[in-house]
């Protein structure tokens, strides 16, 4: 199986900052990888896919990049609102693994 | 806009089989692979497996010697049926419908998630 590793696993940030949330593979994934965001007692949701292209409805202010093992989830100008959990999750091979989560507080 | 529910017990005893439903609405059931996803404190967001209509599924293959999964077109539901299960089991399941784009599987619709305990 593919191993997902986020970091950090919890960060606290002020409204208006931009924050960098990263996502390593055990091996190489391409472009395969995917964000969700989750809210408490909520299921997921979609973010980003194949890396960096914004689901349907997801404010511009989250951008995703990277290629291979090492991708980044950029929130720029936080919002109250973001505050949640975010996962990676790669599509490169079965079984679909996801990160362990890294959780953003807003100060 | 597609919408997903699952449905079943809460409460499952040790060694018994964990059953859940399905049931998708607002689109067609016939267009998608459809998939299970449980996530519990220990082990985060596990993908457990998926199904086309055709009912040919996918399982993950640490859960593959207790799992089957099926699928209903007629009443647009897709199911999923552990069995032996322990405590290790006990997790909130969603069901999701996964998308492909550009080669890339996501699971853009979730249902809401149902909370299933095994405990005697």
């Known amino acids: 199986d593919i191993q997902m590793t986020q970091s950090p696993s919890s960060l606290s940030a002020s409204v208006g900052d931009r924050v960098i949330i990263t996502c390593r593979a055990s091996q190489s994934i391409t472009r395969y990888l995917n964000w969700y965001q989750q809210k408490p007692g909520k299921a997921p949701k979609l973010l980003i896919y194949t890396t960096s292209t914004l689901q349907s409805g997801v404010p511009s202010r989250f951008s995703g990049g990277g290629s291979g093992t090492d991708f980044t989830l950029t929130i720029s100008g936080l919002q109250p609102a973001d505050s949640a959990t975010y996962y990676c999750q790669q599509s490169y091979s079965a079984p679909r693994t996801f990160g362990q989560g890294t959780k953003l507080e807003i100060k | 806009q597609v919408q997903l529910q699952e449905s079943g017990p809460g409460l499952v005893k040790p060694s018994e089989t964990l059953s859940l439903t399905c049931t998708v609405s607002g689109g067609s059931i016939s267009t998608h692979y459809w998939t299970w996803i449980r996530q519990s404190p220990g082990k985060g967001l596990e993908w457990i497996g998926d199904?086309?209509?055709?009912?040919?599924?996918t399982y993950n293959p640490s859960l593959k010697s207790r799992l089957t999964i099926s699928v209903d077109t007629s009443k647009k539901q897709f199911s999923l049926n552990l069995a032996s299960v322990t405590a290790a089991d006990t997790a909130v399941y969603y069901c999701?419908?996964?998308?492909?784009?550009?080669?890339?599987?996501?699971?853009?619709?979730w249902g809401q998630g149902i909370l299933v305990t095994v405990s005697s």
């Open positions: 999701a419908r996964v998308d492909t784009i550009d080669a890339v599987d996501l699971f853009d619709y």
């Open positions: 199904i086309f209509y055709t009912g040919t599924p």
